[in-house]
């Protein structure tokens, strides 16, 4: 693949993590490809297959070395846990009983489950009753 086929595969990547926030899955994958077409430019790897499982290797070890790394720097501290119980947030999309969605708490977009047994409607005002990570358990 051409050096520049592997920033567009980087730069889709990236694109899609801002989308469905996948909690840096997508984007260590893109920051991968962007490696593998540093490598490519200068020459370094030519061989498609050699690309290809270079690729791997470099998305297993960003995804296993680095991501947890990441995550812990972004994640909400311990305090802001605490603060964010009681609060309430209005849907950002509809959510189904014990399913995922987005909610808007703070001026900031948050993944939410809906702890609840009834559906959330988009506008709906939603309590924060727990933090996991970045997911927020809601109900009306």
């Known amino acids: 693949m051409p050096w520049w086929g592997w920033l ?15 909690d840096f899955w997508l984007a260590l994958l893109g920051v991968a490809a962007f ?3 540093a490598l490519v430019r200068f020459g370094l790897i030519e061989t498609i297959w050699i690309q290809w499982a270079a690729f791997g290797v ?7 070395f680095v991501r947890r790394r ?17 609060e309430y947030g209005t849907v950002q999309t509809e959510i189904a009983p014990a399913g995922v ?13 809906n702890v609840g047994d009834s559906p959330l409607a988009v ?18």
């Open 35 to 37: 490696a593998m077409a």
């Open 101 to 113: 969605g987005t909610i808007e708490l703070r001026g900031s977009n948050w993944k939410a489950r």
């Open 70 to 86: 990441i995550h812990k720097l972004v994640a909400p501290a311990p305090g802001l846990k605490a603060e964010l119980i009681g």
């Open 58 to 64: 470099l998305a297993v070890f960003f995804s296993v």
């Open 8 to 22: 567009v595969v980087g730069a889709v990547l990236l694109a899609t993590e801002t989308v469905i926030q996948t």
């Open 123 to 140: 506008g709906a005002r939603v309590r924060v009753e727990a933090v996991d990570g970045f997911l927020l358990d809601v109900r009306v």
